[in-house]
Nanobody, 123 residues
C-alpha cells in the first residue's frame, strides 16, 4: 500500500513562493520517477514537473519552466516542488504522483497519487 501525503499549499499573492512537500510511505518509491500534476476547474490535468528515480533528470511543463523546481530526497522518501514567481493561473489542486517508469511522469504513467493540496494565487 502506497501513501503519498502532500503538504505546503496555501494562499499566496502573485509573485510569491510556496514549497510543496510529498511524503511517501508504505513502499519504497526510490526506484521510480515522481512528479507533480495539477487540476483546476475547466482545465485538463497537467503534469507540471517530474524527476527521475535518481534525480538526475527533470521535466517541466512550459507553463512553469524557470519558476518551479522539483527535487527529491530518497533517503527521506520525500519529493519537493519549489514554486517561485507564482501567478494567478497557477491556482489549482496540486497532486504528488509516483510513476510506473523510472525516468519521468506522464499522464499515462501515473501509478499512485496523493489527496492533493490547494494552491491559490491571488492577483
Amino acid at each position: 500500500q502506497v501513501q503519498l501525503v502532500e503538504s505546503g499549499g496555501g494562499l499566496v499573492q502573485a509573485g510569491g513562493s510556496l514549497r510543496l512537500s510529498c511524503a511517501a510511505s508504505g513502499r519504497t518509491l526510490s526506484s521510480v520517477a515522481m512528479g507533480w500534476f495539477r487540476r483546476s476547474p475547466g482545465k485538463e490535468r497537467e503534469v507540471v514537473a517530474a524527476i527521475s528515480w535518481s534525480g538526475g533528470s527533470t521535466y517541466y511543463a512550459d507553463s512553469v519552466k524557470g519558476r518551479f523546481t522539483i527535487s527529491r530526497d530518497n533517503a527521506e522518501a520525500t519529493v519537493y516542488l519549489q514554486m517561485n514567481s507564482l501567478k494567478p493561473e497557477d491556482t489549482a489542486v496540486y497532486y504528488c504522483a509516483a510513476s510506473r517508469t523510472t525516468t519521468t511522469l506522464t499522464p499515462d504513467s501515473i501509478w499512485h497519487w496523493g489527496q492533493g493540496t490547494q494552491v491559490t494565487v491571488s492577483s
